[in-house]
Antibody, heavy 116, light 110 residues
Framework: EVQLVESGGGLVKPGGSLRLSCAAS????????MNWVRQAPGKGLEWVSS????????YYGDSVKGRFTISRDNARDSLYLQMNSLRAEDTAVYYC?????????WGQGTMVTVSS | QSALTQPPSASGSPGQSVTISCTGT?????????VSWYQQHPGKAPKVMIY???KRPSGVPDRFSGSKSGNTASLTVSGLQVEDEADYYC??????????FGGGTKLTVL
């Protein structure tokens, strides 16, 4: 079964850091671009970051540029998101997704809450 | 770049058709054929229903169709069913390695 499973979410204070992980299974992970998309409570979807198959290209939304870093380990079939200098407005469910221009596989999401 | 513009709500009765619009600019929706539509039920992850404007992934009913005219993309759901009640989001490549989402439309099946 094709699956993405996120982990690493939790409660963190403003200014703190958190690292999200996404474990992929059921497909050839190294053949796909991967992404992070978030959804604040009761709000819409927001694209966060994308990485190419070989990690040569990494892109970020304006709201996280300079604070978040996407990475992947194709040997471990895993995607990561290092989040630094967290703000209250980063509070959201973070989804790991597969694909380039369209996201055909989504994880179940991991909740990140930034609050003092 | 601003999010794409969708109506906050839409509705229809079972068996009817409903169309949801997604308006952008010539720099995103109008400039590329990379418009996707996602369905999200409460508490669930989104699911892609349409990609590249009008292509349907396997397993998506042919009641769902997509189109584009100028800077506006549309999702049409024909033969509405109760299970189609959900939030729908459009997305488009926005140029400069940027992806945009719409604000979402809550579809109610009356």
């Amino acid at each position: 079964e094709v699956q993405l499973v996120e982990s690493g979410g939790g409660l963190v204070k403003p200014g703190g850091s958190l690292r999200l992980s996404c474990a992929a299974s059921g497909f050839t992970f190294s053949s796909y671009s991967m992404n992070w998309v978030r959804q604040a409570p009761g709000k819409g979807l927001e694209w966060v970051s994308s990485t190419s198959r070989d990690s040569n290209y990494k892109y970020y939304g304006d709201s996280v540029k300079g604070r978040f870093t996407i990475s992947r380990d194709n040997a471990r079939d895993s995607l990561y998101l290092q989040m630094n200098s967290l703000r209250a407005e980063d509070t959201a469910v973070y989804y790991c997704t597969r694909g380039s221009d369209a996201f055909d596989i989504w994880g179940q999401g991991t909740m990140v809450t930034v609050s003092s | 770049q601003s999010a794409l513009t969708q109506p906050p709500s839409a509705s229809g009765s079972p068996g009817q058709s409903v169309t949801i619009s997604c308006t952008g600019t010539s720099s995103d929706v109008g400039g590329y054929n990379y418009v996707s539509w996602y369905q999200q039920h409460p508490g669930k992850a989104p699911k892609v229903m349409i990609y590249e404007v009008n292509k349907r992934p396997s397993g998506v009913p042919d009641r769902f169709s997509g189109s584009k005219s100028g800077n506006t993309a549309s999702l049409t759901v024909s033969g509405l069913q109760v299970e189609d009640e959900a939030d729908y989001y459009c997305s488009s490549y926005g140029g400069r390695n940027n992806l945009l989402f719409g604000g979402g439309t809550k579809l109610t099946v009356l």
